[in-house]
């Protein structure tokens, strides 16, 4: 989102703000380990619905529809719900590494740049450019991993076509919201996001009665207190509390000097992956992931680089 005042640009992050930046990437940086516990005792159909029923009680009750027309509600939630969750709760369960599904799930960067290219007409520049080589070189490194015969059993290929089905998802979800907004001078994302969390619900329930297998339908009523504190951080913190303050961010400052907070998402989805749950990560593996985040890094600060080289006497 773009602020409202030219003044507001220039504001610094004060101490308040940066705490709530680095409380946005620590949830959403380890929000991936908390999907695996769960999964433990969920199927993947029955952790999206549980998610989501987590995610608007009590909001709904609270909080009055989006003054938006309901296709995009209703978009939303399909893409963002079933879309990226659905293929990432999959990928993670069958084979997908807490470390690695954070790390792969930034490639929707570069999926909403391709999209807002095709479908919005915006503009692809040089940074972004230089992002989408470095985004697609790292690619080619995690599908070494899956040739290279050293490579770690703990992911499989499909895991990872999964993960970037989910990060494409992700992308239709970001152009579905710009759509919104464009279409409603009184758009308000947290009723949007509360309201379009109740789409996903019931396809997720329908998918369990299709695909799960009858003697798991009930087996989480007999959940651990670990895995429904899991469903409750995923609804509550990662999915609502997590995206009120990064879009309260957005409304008060610039987006680039918001949006680079996001490097660290990865970073600690690595970390807690390795350090909770043991992730194993191949040489392959960190060169993908050194090259994936040294896109993000070009496509975040680029632009900034390039415009002050090009302000520098003499150019």
């Known amino acids: ?57 009590p909001l709904i009750l609270l909080i009055k529809p989006p003054r938006v027309h309901w296709k995009w509600v209703v978009y939303y939630g399909l893409f963002q719900g079933i879309g990226q969750f659905g293929l990432l709760f999959i990928a993670l369960q069958i084979g997908m590494t807490a470390a690695l599904a954070s790390v792969l799930l930034q490639t929707q960067v570069f999926c909403t740049a391709l999209l807002s290219f095709v479908l919005l007409g915006e503009r692809v520049g040089r940074a972004l450019q230089g992002g989408l080589v470095l985004a697609a070189l790292g690619l080619a490194c995690f599908g070494m991993n899956y040739i290279d015969p050293d490579g770690t059993a703990s992911t499989s290929a499909l895991g990872f076509v999964l993960c970037l089905g989910a990060a494409a998802m992700w992308a239709a979800s970001n152009i ?41 339908r009930l087996s989480w009523m007999d959940a651990p207190l670990s895995s429904w504190l899991s469903l409750a951080y995923l609804g ?21 000097r918001i949006a680079p907070f996001s490097l660290g998402v990865p970073l600690i989805g690595i970390v807690t992956g390795m350090l909770v749950l043991g992730d194993v990560v191949t040489a ?13 890094m070009c496509v975040l600060l680029g632009d900034r680089l390039l415009q002050k080289l090009a302000a520098r006497p003499g150019k």
Not at 196 to 209: M, T, V, W
Not at 287 to 292: Q, S
């Open 1 to 57: 989102m773009k602020n409202k005042t030219a003044g507001n640009t220039q504001q610094a992050l004060s101490g308040r703000d940066l705490v709530a930046a680095l409380c946005v990437v620590l949830i959403w940086g380890t929000n991936f380990v908390a999907m695996k516990f769960a999964l433990r005792d969920f199927t993947p159909f029955q952790l999206g619905a549980a998610r989501y029923v987590f995610a608007i009680l």
């Open 176 to 216: 579905v919201v710009r759509r919104a907004q464009q279409s409603s001078q009184h758009f308000d994302a947290v009723a949007f996001l509360v309201w379009s969390s109740l789409i996903p619900i019931l396809p997720f329930i329908a998918l369990s009665l299709l695909f799960d297998a009858p003697a798991t």
């Open 236 to 256: 509550w913190m990662a999915t609502i509390l997590a995206y009120a303050l990064w879009t309260s961010l957005f409304k008060r400052h610039a987006v680039n």
């Open 284 to 296: 392959w593996q960190w060169a993908g992931i050194a090259l994936v985040v040294g896109a993000l």
